[in-house]
């Protein structure tokens, strides 16, 4: 049978969202909103994960699902391996959009900007911090390149592990990090009836500027 999607649908009613209680900085209203997702989504949510989307050379659009793993006012930050897809899509067009969605807060964010790679030292650091397994896992994925079979993945796996036994696990050169420098804010919370708030912010010579967009 199949699945009827035109009936699935929720009302949203659980807060608003006025220009006279959001802060004029999209970061400070940013942190408090992922704050709160990380203190109220349901596990196994996880309140950092967001959809990057990247455009290749021939103008394809991509998008994928990764972690968030630190922002500030530099920019957001993210880590992957830079011969992967989304790594040479970057390397060819450095305009990229992430969104958040928390479901249980009923809000979207919305980032778009430029993106470059991290200092190397930034991504040893975070390299650094992670287990073992993942750090031996960087060695053994060529992400996005084809394998015969899984088996192939875990013969490099236990290659890398043979290679580094007794000793640390350097970062490998395709991977470290790397920082979307926002130009565009969207900040959406689900209101009754379709009718929802939209806050945008628009950062100009370096200022932050922000509107109410129609839902």
């Known amino acids: 049978m199949p699945l009827s999607l035109a009936q699935m649908r929720r009302n949203y009613t659980l807060d608003g969202l006025q220009e006279a209680s959001a802060p004029d900085d999209p970061w400070q209203l940013f942190g408090q909103w992922l704050q709160q997702a990380r203190d109220t989504e349901q596990a196994p949510v996880e309140a950092n994960s967001m959809l990057l989307a990247t455009v290749d050379r021939e103008g394809r659009p991509h998008c994928r699902v990764l972690l968030l793993k630190g922002f500030s006012e530099a920019g957001l930050t993210f880590f992957g391996h830079y011969q992967s897809a989304k790594g040479q ?19 979207q964010v919305r980032i778009e900007g430029q993106v470059s790679r991290l ?3 930034l991504s ?4 650094d911090s992670r287990s073992r397994a993942s750090q031996l896992g960087a060695w053994a994925s060529p992400q996005s390149h084809p394998l015969a079979n899984r088996a ?8 890398a592990t043979r290679r580094f036994d007794g000793q640390p696990v ?3 050169e395709q991977w470290g990090g790397y920082c979307l420098q926002p130009q565009h804010m969207e900040f959406w919370q689900g209101r009754p009836d379709r009718l929802h708030d939209r806050l945008d912010y628009r950062l100009h010579q370096g200022v932050w500027a922000r509107y109410r967009l129609a839902p």
Not at 152 to 159: I, V
């Open 89 to 107: 899509e970057l390397a060819a067009n450095p305009h990229a959009a992430m969104t958040f969605f928390w479901p249980g807060l009923e809000r």
């Open 119 to 121: 200092a190397p030292g």
């Open 124 to 127: 040893d650091a975070y390299f």
């Open 170 to 172: 350097p970062r490998p």
């Open 152 to 159: 192939q993945l875990d013969g490099r796996l236990a290659q």
